[in-house]
């Protein structure tokens, strides 16, 4: 007996992780289709093999975007928001993923951004222009928002680089009073924020502690972990800083692989929950085991 694949086995990217006395609930955006042309730091053949050797396309790679839904506190926070209706067709599945979970917009209470490209940001508007999570408070780094909404920054930026600060001006705008800048250190019970600055000046990761369980949240700090993994010193064209950058990967890769910590992060591949350890000069990707206890 074959059985033909029909739009009925098509699912939203959903899977819930058991943290303690939370649930942290990876959520799928979709990908975007890039090119080896974006990486920067290694000759372009050099990138093509590692990512073959990961199994990965060489010629259009993918490169993952996530969200994170954690529940258990008050009420349901979001850790970024995905790409919204700005992109391809192959982005801008959250509310899609969201609903499989049973969480309407208005549920939202809070929204953490780890920084302000639109693949993370863009979710936060919904596509007549109105808030997507109207009950939200959303909160931005303060290093981010001090790059994005400086005054004359949009100004001084390169004409290609404009767009990304009036799409800052415009989120904090549209939420206003419900924009809350923080430090580092505790934004919500139980949640911390470390930043992990390079890719953006104010990039912002989140510890997620719940019990003697934690989870760190690391943003952008790898995007196409075939290449970034083994060789942390490659950046992408997206990074402000790439030096910087590289730095901060390395310094979390050490950390995390030293410590056997659980991490999750907005670009490795889905459900995108797992460890890192080290493997000769580099380090590699170790999959956390699901089961339905979970």
């Not at 995905?82 to 899609?96: A, F």
């Not at 139980?190 to 992990?196: H, K, N, R």
């Amino acid at each position: 007996m074959s059985i033909a694949p029909t739009a009925d086995f098509a699912r939203p990217g959903v899977l819930p992780w058991t943290l303690g006395n939370r649930v942290v609930v990876a959520l799928n955006d979709g990908h975007l289709v890039a090119t080896l042309g974006l990486v920067q730091g290694i000759p372009a053949d050099e990138a093509g093999r590692l990512q073959e050797e990961g199994f990965r396309d060489a010629v259009a790679p993918r490169i993952t975007v996530n969200a994170f839904l954690i529940l258990g506190g008050d009420k349901p926070v979001l850790v970024d928001a995905g790409m919204g209706s700005g992109g391809p067709e192959t982005l801008g599945h959250l509310p899609e993923a969201l609903a499989a979970c049973g969480v309407a917009p208005e549920d939202v209470g809070t929204v953490l951004v780890t920084h302000l490209h639109s693949d993370h940001i863009g979710g936060l508007i919904a596509r007549d222009g109105a808030v997507a999570f109207p009950n939200a408070e959303v909160v931005i780094p303060e290093a981010e928002a001090a790059y994005w909404l400086a005054e004359g920054a949009e100004a001084r930026a390169p004409e290609g680089a404009r767009a990304g600060f009036r799409r800052a001006h415009a989120l904090v705008a549209a939420y206003g009073d419900r924009i809350r800048r923080a430090g580092e250190g505790e934004v919500l019970p139980g949640i911390e924020a470390i930043l992990a600055p390079g890719h953006t000046p104010g990039h912002t990761a989140y510890r997620v502690q719940s019990g003697d369980r934690s989870l760190l949240i690391w943003g952008d700090v790898v995007h196409l972990p075939a290449i970034q993994l083994p060789r942390p010193e490659v950046g992408l064209t997206f990074d402000v800083d790439r030096e910087v950058a590289a730095a901060t990967r390395k310094r979390i890769l050490d950390q995390v692989a030293a410590e056997r910590s659980l991490v999750a992060g907005m670009h490795l591949e889905f459900p995108a929950l797992g460890y890192v350890r080290r493997t000769g000069a580099g380090f590699a990707w170790v999959p956390e085991q699901w089961s339905a206890a979970s």
